[in-house]
């Protein structure tokens, strides 16, 4: 992927105000949808289990999930790390 033709400039000007809120309204009604993408996640799924292993340990550290949705990940993290201190953010 050419990263930096993604990130030019000219790329940033095309994300108008009006898409920006096409999109954002977009994540906010796929967001709402618990059916297909749920507010909890299963701690024992095995990606979740290799992103946990890559990240560990935790304790003491600071963690940005960039893109977060309903922080899932985010919350079984702390729950096993409360001692971490745990950002996220999302467009929606």
């Given at each position: 992927m050419d990263w930096?033709?993604?990130?030019?400039?000219?790329?940033?000007?095309?994300?108008?105000?009006?898409?920006r809120a096409r999109i954002q309204s977009s994540f906010d009604e796929a967001a709402r949808d618990e059916e297909h993408f749920p507010s909890t996640i299963d701690p024992r799924i095995y990606h979740v289990k290799l992103i946990r292993e890559h990240l560990a340990p935790l304790a003491g550290k600071r963690v940005l999930d960039v893109g977060c949705g309903k922080g899932r990940f985010a919350r079984v993290f702390h729950q096993q790390e409360p001692a971490c201190e745990l950002w996220g953010v999302d467009i929606s």
């Amino acid at each position: 992927m050419d990263w930096k033709r993604l990130f030019s400039p000219s790329a940033r000007a095309r994300l108008t105000p009006e898409l920006r809120a096409r999109i954002q309204s977009s994540f906010d009604e796929a967001a709402r949808d618990e059916e297909h993408f749920p507010s909890t996640i299963d701690p024992r799924i095995y990606h979740v289990k290799l992103i946990r292993e890559h990240l560990a340990p935790l304790a003491g550290k600071r963690v940005l999930d960039v893109g977060c949705g309903k922080g899932r990940f985010a919350r079984v993290f702390h729950q096993q790390e409360p001692a971490c201190e745990l950002w996220g953010v999302d467009i929606s």
